[in-house]
């Protein structure tokens, strides 16, 4: 256990819906991200928050939007979803930048049908 | 633009062999570098990670990799390969000027063979 909590681990979706992904990160790490990972993309970083403030944006759809709430955990919003939304979400995060390396959670798999 | 380059897709190695998987990073500046392992089904565990100094810098599970700036190159190698090596691994680089995301390689699938 890494210590990062991803729900749920699995989640079968129709096409045109919005689904919530949550991440609780490791005890005392103030930042989150939010990659995802896919046959095609490879690991692709979607979006990165300190402390509930967002630090950075990466290939994030505007489909996609993400908080991070006073208590530091992290919820990523995926709506519309398109077969193409399939993929492993993973959220990670650390005590500080992230510049001395990530703790991963073990990821939502995202199925759209 | 940064960019990391793991040249082998797949590779292959007996266990007790050694093993070397290749990185290749692209970037300006000083740059930040890791190595992370994927087991099926599992999130991405830290391997080990170089910031400056010895450019040979040891990690968990018997690994070390050695950082070539004249190469462009961060390789990961193990002495003897074990059966529960078998995952995929990812070389990434991180920017020391702000930026707060890495990087990602596509990943080396190991396979070892008993």
């Known amino acids: 256990d890494s210590g990062v909590t991803q729900t749920p681990k699995h989640l079968i979706t129709a096409t045109g819906q919005r689904v919530t992904l949550r991440c609780s990160p490791r005890?005392?790490?103030?930042?989150v991200y939010w990659y995802q990972q896919s046959l095609d993309q490879g690991l692709q970083f979607l979006i990165h928050?300190?402390?509930?403030?967002?630090?950075a944006k990466g290939n994030i759809l505007e489909r996609f939007s993400a908080q991070q709430f006073p208590d530091l955990h992290s919820e990523l919003n995926l709506s519309s979803l398109e077969l193409g939304d399939s993929a492993l979400y993973f959220c990670?995060?650390?005590?500080?930048?992230?510049?001395?390396?990530?703790?991963f959670g073990s990821g939502t798999r995202l199925t759209v049908v | 633009a940064q960019s990391v380059t793991q040249p082998d897709i797949h590779i292959t190695v007996s266990e007790g062999a050694s093993l070397e998987l290749r990185c290749n990073y692209s970037y300006g500046a000083t740059p930040y570098l890791f190595w992370y392992v994927q087991s099926p089904g599992q999130g991405l565990q830290l391997l080990l990670k170089?910031?400056?100094?010895?450019?040979l810098v040891q990690g968990i599970k018997g690994f070390e990799a050695e950082f070539k700036r004249s190469q462009s190159s961060f390789n990961l190698r193990k002495p003897s390969v074990h059966w529960s090596d078998a995952a995929e691994y990812f070389c990434?680089?991180?920017?020391?000027?702000?930026?707060?995301?890495?990087?990602f390689g596509t990943g080396t699938r190991l396979k070892v063979l008993a």
């Open positions: 170089y910031f400056s100094g010895d450019t």
């Open positions: 990670a995060s650390s005590v500080d930048s992230g510049y001395y390396g990530y703790t």
């Open positions: 928050y300190y402390n509930g403030e967002e630090r």
């Open positions: 005890s005392g790490d103030l930042s």
């Open positions: 990434a680089v991180g920017a020391t000027s702000g930026t707060y995301k890495y990087i």
